[in-house]
């Protein structure tokens, strides 16, 4: 068998690998592994330095399916190349507890680099994993060794590139000069609906020749040597990333499917599977067949897998003898090692007689963090001023300078949630990015995949309710906080005071498998004499008794970031009416419920029925801490435009409304014992 043969052979294995788990599973989307499986064969069997014996190597070239319906071509070039995807993985596909899901997902399968499936997303992390290596290699490389010196590859569709978050992530990727990023677009013109022409007609080469992008063509992506000849060239540019256009045909060999829609979403169906796999030569009656010569094809290949990483770990040898601190870093911070001397030098608050926006005391914990985490990076979507995000001992990170920890996103939430997810999945960083609380919308998809990918971008939230102020209800966020707190795993910390938002960033910076989103003020807020209150270091187990009276209290005030203070003054009206009262500062929900049923319970006492939540939002979620007497101060309406202090009064959020709110819970409790 000629080469040629050989691969053409490996090519329509991994499109019959598709078709098979596609069929089997009455599920899934068979024409892009079809179209695009030269690709995936080119770029694993040539071009990608990667080792399926060790996944995570840290110098491998990654690769992004950002088109992650066509998880049955990743499975399948995996499976070929030895990672950890048996064949009856493939056989699994998309069945129950399998680690061949709909959608690729990071953690479940090995080779698997980020969870992908909404369009855009896996085109955005890529771009962070383009941020990171960059950054990290101005930290460890030297003249003489570049020890992270690698490409990232990826495929996006005509889905990817309607999405918005693409536009953005895109420009900002172009402005930043990542030459390391190479996409093969496929340009297939087909979508669910039918022609792309329906919905799509720009120019995408101009389009992205505007962001600055270097833009290659592939005529025919069947010719091997049109695929070696762009991906040489776009490795020569360093200074731009490089957007493959590739003209491919969706279902390609399927008689009756082949450049239509209904290749798209569905199987092929059992007679259009024979009548494909005997118009490309295959055998109509085998299934998850795998050529003995293409096995032998890909066990020959493994040698050089591991040769890549054997070179790179001969070259960290040399780079250890001669740059041992450096080394001995590198492998800490790729560890989530810090240290603890972070930990000793957090800022204190112990004026006691000033106001204090959290926003502000975040901005402080993020100065004295950076100046021992090296990794600590990020900014914001164009509101450092607002977000206080900057790291004043740094720089911008830009295409000039790829040391500053300080990013301008631009006015682009949505690339920057996905930016952060791909710098956090790349290891090594801990990356945060700021804007107003009201705009984390434009970021819950990346969010929500942050959560289910486990890992653990940190989110800083500013002007976390009505308290922002003359804005008015645009920028005055109400049903946010249920909106994040509603996606599985993630922390939403609000804290109540300056040392509170300190103690939020240490748990975030110790948090590891989800994301941690801080909500801060706005508007400054008093703090608390921890001589007389509770330490704020409790902030870690979620909620906590701030203050109380000697004697066993007849009714709870729970309370969260700003309102916290509006809370210890009702206490002490209260408690001047021989109202024994105990205030708990709830700054997390998520931290709260990881905690014991014993201490639970030794801070929302059962016998103390009467309880009162306040919040500046919606009050869902808080009736399960008020139990059948409680009473919620919240706002289920939008916000107004005027001085906070005015809204917080009309909105009821003042001492005087908490402690009636206080005896109507007490009234209620007391009626039901006497009925």
């Known amino acids: 068998m000629s080469e040629k043969e050989l691969q053409q052979l490996s090519i329509n294995t991994i499109r019959f690998l598709a078709v098979d788990a596609v069929q089997k599973a009455n599920s899934g989307h068979p024409g892009m592994p079809m179209a695009c499986a030269p690709i995936a064969y080119r770029l694993y069997s040539k071009y990608m330095k990667h080792n399926p014996t060790n996944p995570k190597w840290l110098n491998r070239d990654r690769f992004i399916l950002s088109a992650g319906h066509g998880s049955m071509l990743l499975y399948s070039i995996l499976h070929l190349c030895g990672y950890k995807i048996s064949l009856d993985d493939l056989k699994q596909f998309r069945q129950w507890k399998s680690i061949t899901p709909g959608h690729p997902e990071f953690g479940l399968t090995e080779g698997i680099e980020t969870t992908t499936g909404p369009l855009g997303q896996g085109f955005s992390n890529a771009i962070g994993m383009a941020i990171a290596q960059e950054y990290l290699g101005s930290l460890f490389n030297k003249p003489d060794i570049k020890i992270l010196d ?67 063509n592939i005529d025919d992506v069947n010719d091997l040597s049109k695929i070696d000849k762009t991906v040489d060239q776009a490795q020569k ?54 050529p003995d010569e293409v096995a032998d094809h890909f066990n020959k290949m493994k040698g050089d897998f591991s040769d890549y990483e054997n070179e790179w770990t001969k070259l960290f040898d040399s780079y250890k003898k001669k740059y041992p601190e450096d080394a001995d870093k590198f492998r800490k911070i790729f560890n989530n090692d810090f240290g603890d001397e972070w930990k000793k030098t957090l800022p204190t608050f112990t004026n006691y007689s000033e106001k204090v926006a959290t926003r502000s005391a975040s901005g402080k914990a993020i100065n004295e963090l ?47 949630g996905g930016v952060l997810n791909g710098m956090a999945l790349y290891g090594g960083i801990i990356p945060y990015g700021g804007t107003f609380m009201v705009f984390s919308d434009y970021m819950r998809p990346s969010i929500r995949l942050a959560s289910l990918s486990g890992v653990r971008p940190i989110y800083v939230f500013t002007h976390d309710s009505v308290g922002l102020g003359e804005d008015g209800p645009t920028h005055q966020p109400i049903e946010h906080l249920a909106s994040l707190r509603a996606i599985p795993k993630v922390v939403v910390i609000r804290p109540a005071d300056a040392n509170e938002t300190v103690q939020a960033w240490k748990c975030a910076i110790e948090h590891k498998g989800s994301p941690v989103a801080l909500a801060l003020t706005r508007q400054k807020i008093p703090v608390f004499d921890r001589t007389k209150f509770s330490s704020a270091e409790n902030l870690s187990k979620g909620a906590y008794i701030l203050t109380e009276s000697e004697d066993e209290p007849e009714v709870i005030i729970m309370a969260s970031g700003s309102e916290v203070s509006l809370a210890v003054e009702a206490f002490k009206v209260l408690e001047s009416e021989g109202i024994k009262t105990r205030v708990v500062s709830f700054p997390s929900w998520e931290l709260f419920e990881a905690q014991s049923d014993e201490y639970k319970a030794s801070v929302l006492l059962k016998s103390v029925k009467a309880r009162v939540s306040i919040e500046a939002g919606v009050s869902q979620g808080w009736e399960k801490y008020l139990g059948d007497f409680g009473e919620a101060i919240s706002i289920d309406k939008f916000g107004a435009s005027a001085p906070y202090e005015i809204i917080f009064k009309e909105y009821g959020f003042t001492s005087e409304a908490i402690v009636m709110k206080a005896k109507d819970a007490i009234k209620k409790v007391r009626a039901d014992k006497i009925v």
């Open 150 to 216: 690698h490409f990232i590859y990826g495929i996006c569709s005509d889905g990817d590139l309607m999405e918005g978050i693409s536009h953005e992530s895109a420009s900002l990727a172009g402005h930043l000069k990542l030459g390391k990023l190479i996409f093969f677009y496929d340009d297939n013109g087909i979508t669910i609906d039918g022609k792309t022409s329906l919905a799509f007609s720009e120019d995408i080469k101009k389009r992205f020749e505007a962001y600055g992008w270097q833009t290659l």
């Open 237 to 290: 540019v360093t200074d731009k990333p490089t957007l493959i256009i590739t003209k491919t045909h969706i279902g390609f060999g399927s008689p009756n499917k082949q450049d239509t829609s209904s290749a798209h979403g569905s199987p092929l169906g059992e007679d259009e599977v024979k009548l494909t796999k005997k118009n490309l030569g295959w055998d109509e009656n085998k299934y998850f067949y795998i």
């Open 370 to 416: 950076a100046k021992y985490l090296p990794t600590l990076i990020g900014g914001s979507a164009d509101l450092e001023p607002s977000n206080n995000t900057y790291i004043k001992d740094s720089v911008n990170f830009s295409a000039e300078n790829r040391s500053g920890k300080n990013f301008h996103f631009g006015i682009r939430e949505h690339a920057m």
